[in-house]
């Protein structure tokens, strides 16, 4: 039973330092990585160099490529709200996580779901199809890195 609980700890601390990647459509080849999160920062490409750091990861906010400072903060999830900057305010919400899924600012309607997450793999809208599948991740990753590598990193 050690055994076990040792190769876990293993496994779990394996995934923290080589970091998650974000892989294009299906695949998991080197040459589909778009980017990769590692210690916090979410870098281009399969890249682990600063000049390549696009944003960073605190936790509750995203900020502009390795900055600290509040001013740099792009996006914050709260409560499950995804909302520009630092903004307390409802008017800037952009999207709302629920049960697996992404919906447009705060709607509730399934012709409002910007996209599904399940098994390690993003889905256009409500899709469960693998033709759908958009990016495949090589673990889980947080709904903001999501939400930010489809909509605000292009």
């Known amino acids: 039973m050690s055994r076990f609980i040792l190769s876990a ?62 001013s740099d903060i792009l996006f914050t999830y709260r409560n499950g709200h995804i909302s520009r900057g630092h903004s307390p305010y409802q008017s800037d919400i952009v999207a709302t996580w629920r049960d697996g899924k992404m919906y447009r600012a705060t709607s509730p309607h399934q012709s409002d779901i910007l996209f599904t997450y399940r098994n390690n793999k993003v889905y256009r809208r409500n899709s469960s199809y693998q033709s759908d599948v958009l990016l495949t991740t090589s673990a889980r990753i947080q709904p903001l890195l999501l939400y930010f590598i489809l909509f605000a990193a292009a």
Do not use: E, M, W
Request: net charge positive; glycine share 10%.
């Open 9 to 70: 700890l293993c496994l779990l601390a394996a995934t923290f330092v080589c970091g998650q990647k974000v892989y294009r459509g299906t695949s998991c080849y080197n040459t589909d990585i778009i980017c990769n999160v590692s210690d916090g920062k979410l870098y281009k490409g399969n890249s682990v160099y600063q000049t390549d750091v696009l944003v960073r990861f605190d936790g509750t906010s995203l900020y502009r490529g390795t900055s600290v400072y509040s």
